[in-house]
Nanobody
């Protein structure tokens, strides 16, 4: 299973970005239809931290307190994609963003809860 994240870029404070993650590979369809998905981010010199997650059918979503009310995670199981809509961006949101597939149907908030990772996409918010 391969995860490909895209949509990052350089934006101004208050702008919006939409990240997308596409799953591919022989087992991607089965995995995507049964596993929770999440987004994490890592800023320079910091550990990779939880941003948002969504259950396998999309009925439950979870957010870090720092992004609640500004970010929205969604998924399309027919297309094997999971998106992260980011609004009202702040300089503190600057990081490399990673999508990941959880080990089970309900995603966790820690790195070890995930088994597959994308390559990351850079988001830079300029003030």
């Amino acid at each position: 299973v391969q995860l490909q994240a895209s949509g990052g870029g350089l934006v101004q404070v208050g702008d919006s970005l939409r990240l997308s993650c596409a799953a591919s590979g022989r087992a991607s369809g089965r995995m995507f239809s049964n596993n929770g998905m999440g987004w994490f981010r890592q800023a320079p010199g910091k550990e990779r931290g939880f941003v948002a997650a969504i259950s396998w059918r999309g009925e439950y979503t979870y957010y870090a307190d720092s992004v609640k009310g500004r970010f929205a995670i969604s998924r399309d199981n027919a297309k094997n994609t999971v998106d992260l809509q980011m609004n009202s961006l702040k300089p503190d949101d600057t990081a490399v963003y990673y999508c990941a597939a959880a080990r089970g149907s309900v995603p966790g908030r820690v790195v070890n809860s995930y088994s597959y990772w994308g390559q990351g996409t850079q988001v830079t918010v300029s003030s």
